[in-house]
């Protein structure tokens, strides 16, 4: 293919991460010749950041596959209706239904190990009286909960280093589901024991997703790249005539 019809593969990060927990892939990915951009999402409302990724999809020039990781599935579920998008992948990811919640798909199945682990902490909204409330993973617990086959000093920097997502993230309902319109890939993590992989199976079932499945904890782009790389590669493939 050449490089001015190959997409750009925008990867968006998941909650209690940030762009890093794609560190192992994105060289793969430049080495290919593939176009990369890893923005900084805000983990402030899945509205406002789908908001914040569609604006970034809407300046690159060209065709681009969007990547979410964890929370971030559920971002480009709704930033995925970006007209240039061409193809969806779902890493360990949340596949949102029109007008459905976060905590709406996980009331629907057991918890995790997460939801005995998470933390509560208030920080200011500029404008407001009221604090919100950032959301986040017991240090002692997030390596064994995130990252049971990464290197251990790795996942010890990552429990240290998380961007908390605030709660209102998981009330917010989807304003569109683009998985309906666009070509959709999802990777299930088997013993992922942050999000129940069952609520992966749902979501990716439910939109008639092409689905694998690893035996990965969470951070499947940590503990097995490789897989992932020719997994985006294949939705990569899918976009070009």
């Known amino acids: 293919m050449s ?7 925008v990867l968006v990060h998941g909650a209690f991460a940030d762009a890093s927990s794609y560190s192992s892939v994105i060289p793969a990915l ?25 604006s970034v999809v809407r300046q690159i020039d060209g065709p681009v596959v969007l990547v979410g990781h964890s ?18 992948v779902y890493l360990s990811g949340y596949a949102l239904e029109e007008g459905e919640s976060l905590g709406e798909l996980q009331g629907r199945f057991p918890d995790s190990d997460l939801a005995a682990a998470l ?16 959301v986040s993973v017991d240090v002692e617990k997030f390596p064994a909960i995130f990252a049971a086959d990464v290197d251990p000093e790795v996942a010890a920097v990552l429990a240290v280093s998380q961007r908390p997502l605030a ?7 989807a304003p ?4 309906k319109t666009k070509p959709s890939f999802g990777l299930v993590s088997s013993s992922d024991h942050t999000i129940n992989p069952d ?6 079932q439910r939109a008639g997703m092409t689905t694998i499945e690893v035996d990965s904890s ?5 503990a097995h790249p490789k897989k992932v790389v020719a997994f985006i590669e294949e939705a990569v493939k899918s976009t070009v005539k």
């Open 30 to 54: 430049l080495n290919r010749g593939l176009k990369v951009v890893a923005p900084a999402v805000p983990n402030r409302s899945l509205i406002g950041d789908s908001a914040y990724v569609a």
């Open 3 to 9: 490089r001015s019809e190959t997409p750009t593969v």
């Open 199 to 204: 609520v992966e199976r749902f979501g990716y």
């Open 167 to 173: 709660a209102q993230a998981f009330a917010d309902a």
């Open 71 to 88: 929370y971030g599935g559920a971002v480009i579920t709704v930033a995925g209706v970006e007209e240039n998008v061409k193809a969806l």
């Open 218 to 222: 969470h951070l499947v782009m940590l």
């Open 119 to 134: 933390v509560y902490t208030p920080f200011p909204i500029e404008g407001s009286d009221t604090p919100g409330t950032d």
């Open 176 to 179: 569109a589901a683009a998985w």
